[in-house]
């Protein structure tokens, strides 16, 4: 897996502060997307163990509520298995954190991932620049959902994020 960038102490990807990892690979494309330069899934930095520790440095602070994992997409089918052993990793090591992940893949076509279904919110959709709200918290465009992971499990249907 390759990244972009590690984003220390954000508040605008999910709830409370965070470190969110930007990595590389989207099929998606998005129109006017926020972050094209990470389209390329051979772009950016390979994530190694020492960005690894630089994540794990930043989620040992007692502040800190948890992970975004952004890019592009976690879940580039290139990505998943890197992913899938990091969210098992951080899940182990961090198991108070919470584990946000943004994708341009719809909860239909993701919900049975193991990735997926260890992370506690999914923003699922891709950006549609006609639809876009700057008033929307943690999306984009108002076809994007915030959902709560394991609740939409547990009901079968997508449950919204508070």
């Known amino acids: ?13 999910g709830d409370g502060l ?13 129109p006017e997307c926020q972050n094209p330069v990470t389209w390329d899934i051979n772009g950016g930095l390979e994530f190694d163990e020492a960005a690894k520790q630089e994540l794990f440095c930043e989620l040992d602070k007692d502040y ?3 992970i975004t994992l952004s890019g592009g997409d976690p879940l580039h089918h290139e990505n998943r298995a890197d ?7 951080i899940k182990e090591k961090y ?9 341009g893949y719809s909860w239909k076509d993701v ?5 997926v279904r260890k992370t506690d919110v999914l923003v699922d959709g891709r950006y549609i620049k006609e ?6 918290p943690w999306r984009g465009s108002t ?3 915030v959902i709560d992971v394991d609740e939409s499990i547990l009901l079968g249907k997508i449950v919204l994020h508070n």
């Open 95 to 103: 198991p108070k954190k919470t584990i946000w992940m943004y994708t």
């Open 64 to 66: 800190i509520s948890g």
């Open 131 to 136: 639809l876009r709200d700057v008033n929307l």
């Open 18 to 30: 965070r470190v969110v990892l930007w990595v590389a690979g989207c099929e998606h494309r998005c």
């Open 143 to 145: 076809n994007q959902n």
């Open 83 to 89: 992913i899938t052993a990091l969210i098992d990793e």
């Open 1 to 13: 897996m390759r990244y972009h960038n590690i984003t220390k102490d954000d508040m605008l990807n």
């Open 111 to 115: 919900k049975d991932l193991p990735c």
